[in-house]
Antibody
C-alpha cells in the first residue's frame, strides 16, 4: 500500500520560502507524476502543480512565478518550494500521487503551514 | 482556468436518503472529471474517476454520470459514514481545478 508523508516547517515568516518534502513508501516513486495541493482552513482545494520522476513539471499559473518542485528518486521523495509567502499562503498542504487516469489516488495526511511573523 | 461550480454548497439529509450533487464546468471537459470525499481533518479520498468509473474499494452506492459540462454524483442510500464534504475535480486542462465543495450534513 502506497503511503505519502509530508514534512517541513509548520511556521514560515512572511516573504520567506516555504519548503516541504513528501516521502513515498510502499512503492516506487518512479514512473508516476506527483502533485501538491493546498487547502486554506475552511475553504476548498487548490492544485499547485505536478512533477514527473524525470523532473518535468506543470504548475498552476496563479503560483508559477513562486513555485519550484523537485524530485529525488534515490530517496523516494519529492519537494515543494514556494517563495515570497504571505498570509494568503497559510493552508494545509497535501502531496498526492497522480494515477494513470490523471486523478489523485493516494494522498498524504496533510501538513499545516502557517505564514506569520 | 476552467471553473467548476458545485450545487448545492450544502445539504441536509437522513440516513437512507438518495443524494445528488451536481458539478458544472465553465467549458467542456469531456469525461475528465473526478469526485472526492473529504472528512474533517482528513485528506480527500478518490471516489469516482472519468466521470463514472468507481474507484476500487468504494461502495457501489456511489455513482457518477455526465460528460461535457454537466456532471452528477449520486449516493443511492446515504449511510452514516457518508456525511462529509464532496469535491469535483477536472483534469482535462491545466491547471487542474476543483469545485467549491458540497457539505452533506445529518438532518
Amino acid at each position: 500500500q502506497v503511503q505519502l508523508q509530508e514534512s517541513g516547517p509548520g511556521l514560515v515568516k512572511p516573504s520567506e520560502t516555504l519548503s516541504l518534502t513528501c516521502t513515498v513508501s510502499g512503492g516506487s516513486i518512479s514512473s508516476y507524476y506527483w502533485s501538491w495541493i493546498r487547502q486554506p482552513a475552511g475553504k476548498g482545494l487548490e492544485w499547485i502543480g505536478r512533477i514527473y520522476t524525470s523532473g518535468s513539471t506543470n504548475y498552476n499559473p496563479s503560483l508559477k512565478s513562486r513555485v519550484t518542485m523537485s524530485v529525488d528518486t534515490s530517496k523516494n521523495q519529492f519537494s515543494l518550494k514556494l517563495s515570497s509567502v504571505t498570509a494568503a499562503d497559510t493552508a494545509v498542504y497535501y502531496c498526492a500521487r497522480v494515477a494513470e487516469q490523471l486523478v489523485l489516488d493516494y494522498w498524504g495526511q496533510g501538513t499545516l503551514v502557517t505564514v506569520s511573523s | 482556468a476552467i471553473q467548476l461550480t458545485q450545487s448545492p454548497s450544502s445539504l441536509s439529509a437522513s440516513v437512507g436518503d438518495r443524494v445528488t450533487i451536481t458539478c458544472r464546468a465553465s467549458q467542456g471537459i469531456s469525461s475528465a472529471l473526478a469526485w472526492y470525499q473529504q472528512k474533517p481533518g482528513k485528506a480527500p479520498k478518490l471516489l469516482i474517476y472519468d466521470a463514472s468509473s468507481l474507484e476500487s474499494g468504494v461502495p457501489s452506492r456511489f455513482s457518477g454520470s455526465g460528460s461535457g459540462t454537466d456532471f452528477t454524483l449520486t449516493i443511492s442510500s446515504l449511510q452514516p459514514e457518508d456525511f462529509a464534504t464532496y469535491y469535483c475535480q477536472q483534469f482535462n486542462n491545466y491547471p487542474q481545478t476543483f469545485g467549491g465543495g458540497t457539505k452533506v450534513e445529518i438532518k
